[in-house]
């Protein structure tokens, strides 16, 4: 059994910033724990809008509080986040997030993540990124 505790992953290697200033992420799981995907809790800062493309992952996210868009780039559509909303990035849809408030988000990728992933210049992570060391 794998117990964790998001306060003390907080304070750990766990807790990754991205470069650009729109989100920190805490990777609760991730590949090295074998379980086939990773876990983790992301917290979008108010006023982020940036793009992603996961070309390599799948990703679902549920929102546990704030407010934001996500803007599917194939359409054009959009779709309110709040929280208790599910949006299911299942065809490595090219899109773009936006938080009017601070988003606090639960995110499960497949495959799983290494740790130290951060967005590259398409807005998705690499398959081979470092992973942590604790």
Not at 54 to 61: G, I, R
Request: glycine share 6%.
């Amino acid at each position: 059994m794998i117990v964790r505790k998001l306060s003390e992953a907080n304070q750990s290697s766990r807790r990754v910033v991205s470069p650009d200033g729109n989100w920190e992420s805490t990777r609760l799981l991730l590949k090295e724990d074998q379980m086939g995907f990773s876990f983790h809790i992301t917290t979008i800062y108010q006023g982020a809008d940036f793009q992603m493309h996961y070309q390599n992952h799948l990703e679902s996210v549920y929102c546990v509080s704030g407010k934001g868009e996500v803007e599917t780039l194939a359409d054009g559509e959009k779709f309110p986040i709040e929280p208790g909303t599910l949006y299911i990035l299942d065809k490595h849809d090219k899109h773009v997030l936006r938080a009017f408030e601070e988003m606090t988000m639960a995110c499960v990728f497949n495959p799983p993540l290494n740790g130290k992933e951060v967005h590259n210049a398409e807005g998705a992570y690499e398959l081979d990124a470092e992973a942590i060391e604790e």
